[in-house]
């Protein structure tokens, strides 16, 4: 049987935070006219809608992001898990994520999580400066995150990844080291590092725009990203991808689906697929998502058979994401090809910048060329 993974798209945070462009809303007017509600029978139809189509596909991993899913009662999260497990196939070792906020988990959530079967949580700790934490508009302190973080040892989630951003406005080396600190008192699987995006039409963009924000030098920024990089392999979280690092054997099986290009459904607002040889993207818009639903329309808002070349372009610079690499026989098989004689003059040319190395059949991003991911991935667009 094929393997899927399943993405579901919670919307829901408490508020926004300042850098945040992800498709989420404040929970409050929601749960007031029984929103979240109605947004959760919404999924569920959407997910009902796939169940014919997944019937040939094992389920080997299930992501519930947002957003803050742990935002909304845990019986919703609960349901929809049962109702997932009675209409399609997920296998007994999938691996189930969460991601949550600290300041947000009750026990009832977190028993309601083990009962549904979730067995890896990702909660965003950001920075141990909790003036820095207010600033971007975190709804939590260190101290919560470090409480929120034993409830979950304590409810026995095992294999727990945090959330680190770096570039931060005012943000220094001595904030990344404390941070580290605290990643080596509290043992987490698994570390996501994420430099700051300004994203347009957030509230820190306009700020930045106005003058009214500083942000780290780009020197700055790289130095956190090594110093990052080198500390945690101290403790033995290796970086696995561009952004995370994990224990060995605790790398994301889900993300790792999308970086090795493999198929995913999304299920919810804004969510995006890749199934079937289709891709398609569901409407940015929750209302338009909700009532769309009810009326048994389509929620795609757009979708386009997977073009070979495209596809094969995003298989390359996914998986150089990742520190192992790509393998080139596992590319001249699945696309026909013959990817040296392909992209001879532009392997030979990476090789001479010192961007990328080859090890016998595999292909893989040097320091330097991790840090300049972007370049390279482009010198691929033939
Ligand atoms: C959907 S959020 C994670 C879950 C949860 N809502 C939280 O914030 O803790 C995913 C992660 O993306 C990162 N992120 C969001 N916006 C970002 C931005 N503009 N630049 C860099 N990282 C960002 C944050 O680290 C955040 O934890
Ligand atoms: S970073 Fe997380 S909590 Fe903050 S607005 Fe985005 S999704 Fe919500």
Redesign the pocket.
């Known amino acids: 049987m094929k393997s899927i993974s399943i993405y579901l798209h919670i919307p829901f945070?408490v508020r926004k935070?300042s850098?945040?462009?992800?498709v989420s809303y404040s929970a409050k007017p929601f749960e007031e006219n029984h929103g979240i509600n109605r947004y959760f029978e919404a999924i569920k139809q959407e997910l009902i809608r796939y169940k014919e189509k997944l019937s040939t596909y094992k389920v080997a991993t299930i992501y519930l992001?947002?957003?803050?899913p742990s935002a909304v009662d845990g019986r919703l999260i609960h349901d929809l898990l049962n109702m997932i497990r009675a209409s399609l196939n997920v296998t007994n070792d999938a691996e189930i994520t969460i991601?949550v906020?600290p300041g947000t988990l009750t026990n009832d959530k977190l028993n309601h999580y083990k009962a549904a079967g979730i067995n890896r949580v990702s909660?965003?700790l950001?920075t141990t400066n909790d003036q820095l934490l207010e600033t971007i508009g975190r709804i939590h302190s260190t101290n919560d995150f470090i409480t929120s973080y034993h409830a979950l040892r304590d409810a026995g989630f095992n294999n727990i990844s945090l959330?680190l951003?770096f570039g931060l406005p005012g943000q220094t080396l001595s904030d990344i080291d404390r941070a580290i600190k605290l990643i080596d008192q509290l043992k987490p699987q698994h570390v996501s590092a994420?430099?700051?995006?300004i994203?347009e039409g957030t509230p820190l963009f306009d700020a930045y725009e106005k003058g009214s924000v500083q942000l780290p030098s780009e020197e700055l920024e790289r130095e956190m990203y090594h110093r990052i990089n080198s500390k945690l392999r101290e403790l033995g979280i290796y970086q696995y991808e561009l952004s995370n690092y994990a224990l060995p054997g605790w790398e994301s099986k889900h993300n790792t689906v999308y970086w090795e290009n493999k198929p995913y459904l999304g299920v919810g607002v804004s969510s995006h697929s890749k199934l079937d040889d289709v891709r398609f993207s569901n409407t940015s818009n929750i209302h338009e998502y909700m009532d769309s639903i009810q009326k048994g329309e389509s929620v795609i808002i757009d979708s386009e058979p997977i073009d070979a070349e495209e596809d094969l372009f995003e298989s390359i610079i996914l998986g150089l994401r990742l520190n192992k690499g790509i393998q080139i026989d596992l590319l001249n098989e699945r696309y026909a090809i013959d990817f040296e004689a392909r992209y001879e003059k532009v392997l030979s040319s990476l090789i001479q910048d010192h961007l990328i190395i080859r090890e016998g059949n595999t292909i893989k991003l040097t320091e330097l060329g991790r840090d300049l991911a972007n370049q390279v991935f482009l010198r691929f667009m033939l």
């Open positions: 945070c935070c850098y945040c462009d992800f992001g947002g957003g803050t991601e906020n909660m965003g950001q959330d951003m994420y430099s700051l995006k994203e």
